[in-house]
């Protein structure tokens, strides 16, 4: 069978596998935003080894950035024409890292990485340098046995980690062409333990400020004042039973499946006690189900907003804080998704279930462009923290399910 071949070969390539994984990630590739000099060293390793495979197109989508010392940020796409060329399977990883943090909290240099009874450690061996390893491996192995059935995208990229600006963001922006609907694109930088997490949603981002005005004066004569304190509580309690009322639909991708409305923040207001306060500010954190208009959350604020203004003759104004829309979710029938999870199932023989997250990945950036984009791996969950580190047996195995897509 096809697929047994080329996973002997992955295996064969294990050792080579690790060996490479050290090796870039002995290459600190830190942003401006965290004091780094940037991806390019790094990238140049990794380009080579993309480009001794031969691609049939290869495309460097550079981000300028005056603040490193090279002046850009490096992106590379690499494609590999298979035999049916209407569509391209994408993986798309990126090749910079968080700085190690506290050092004595590491066991050994963060960029000498350390082999150690099947596990590598060091700072971005699994965010992200077991997802570049992984795919790029895994298309050589498929290479060099029994070639690509479709055809076959690695898009190496910059920037992830400080929000995409000068990575996707900057290739989306610039070539809107190169990605198209009816491809396949997985993005392997989440994910859990078990590998059954296809992470296809994400909610929207809602933070709003309530802002309460009244009139201040001596706490002996309520009679003279508006009390905002006592307006902006009942605001409070009135928002935490018509919001969750309002919104109650349920999507059971979603831990938690609901959307959620979090009154989070209260600023001070008088300092003295016996002062009625004339002035409340305080915010509400709010995580909406895709399927939901952000709009519509807004609409119902505003009209228990008015209720509370007349009550208490006080004024209320909700402004939107922040707002991160995220697109509809990557439906869970997509190309992408099934073939995805056909693939874990032969590889680890779990069946993986579409999911959501409450926070936001550089998958979004391609739901934003209207393409189905799926987050998946296998991993340790280590991202970011002192001894980061990755399974050789996840690395080969992702590498695996990676190839069988391939073909
Ligand atoms: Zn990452």
């Not at 080329?6 to 290459?27: H, Q, T």
């Not at 995208?153 to 990605?179: C, N, Q, Y």
């Not at 639909?249 to 002062?275: L, W």
Request: net charge negative; with cysteine.
């Amino acid at each position: 069978m096809a697929f047994q071949q080329v996973a002997r070969r992955i295996d064969e390539l294990a050792d080579e596998c690790v060996n490479f994984l050290v090796r870039i990630c002995s290459i600190p590739a830190i942003g401006p935003e965290s004091q780094g000099t940037g991806e390019m060293e790094k990238y140049r390793v990794i380009r080579d080894a993309v480009l001794t495979m031969a691609p049939d197109l290869v495309q460097e989508i550079h981000a300028p950035d005056d603040r490193v010392p090279d002046g850009t940020r490096p992106n590379l796409l690499a494609i590999f024409n298979g035999k049916e060329t209407s569509r391209t399977f994408w993986i798309l990883s990126h090749i910079d890292v968080v700085p190690p943090g506290e050092r004595s909290l590491w066991d050994h240099d963060p960029f000498e990485p350390k082999i150690h009874e099947g596990f590598v450690s060091g700072r971005g061996v699994e965010d992200n340098g077991q997802a570049v390893v992984a795919s790029i491996f895994a298309a050589r192995a498929v290479r060099e046995t029994v070639g690509f059935g479709l055809n076959v995208g690695l898009a190496l990229v910059s920037d992830e980690e400080s929000g995409s600006k000068f990575g996707l963001d900057h290739i989306l922006k610039t070539r809107p062409d190169i990605f198209r609907p009816e491809d396949l694109i997985v993005v392997p930088d989440a994910g859990n333990k078990d590998g059954d997490h296809i992470e296809v949603a994400e909610k929207h981002l809602l933070h709003i400020r309530f802002r309460v005005k009244g009139i201040q004066g001596h706490a002996s004569r309520p009679d003279l004042t508006r009390n905002t304190l006592r307006a902006a509580s009942y605001l409070i309690v009135e928002l935490d039973r018509a919001l969750p009322a309002a919104f109650a639909e349920a999507n059971p991708f979603f831990n938690p499946p609901v959307s959620t409305f979090e009154p989070t923040r209260k600023d001070a207001n008088v300092p003295n006690v016996n002062t009625i306060p004339g002035e409340d500010v305080f915010f509400f954190d709010c995580r909406i189900l895709p399927e939901v208009q952000v709009s519509r959350v807004i609409g119902e604020m505003q009209s228990v907003s008015r209720a509370i203004e007349e009550k208490f003759g006080v004024q209320v104004s909700a402004e939107e804080y922040l707002r991160s829309e995220s697109s509809a979710a990557t439906p869970s029938d997509s190309p992408v998704v099934v073939a995805l999870a056909q693939a874990v199932q032969e590889v680890y023989g779990v069946q993986a279930r579409p999911t959501g997250i409450g926070g936001q990945t550089v998958a979004t950036f391609f739901r934003k462009n209207g393409l189905p984009a799926a987050v998946w791996e296998k991993i340790l969950n280590t991202a970011h923290a002192p001894n980061e580190r990755i399974s050789v047996e996840n690395l080969v195995g992702n590498a695996k399910v990676f190839a069988k897509m391939m073909i």
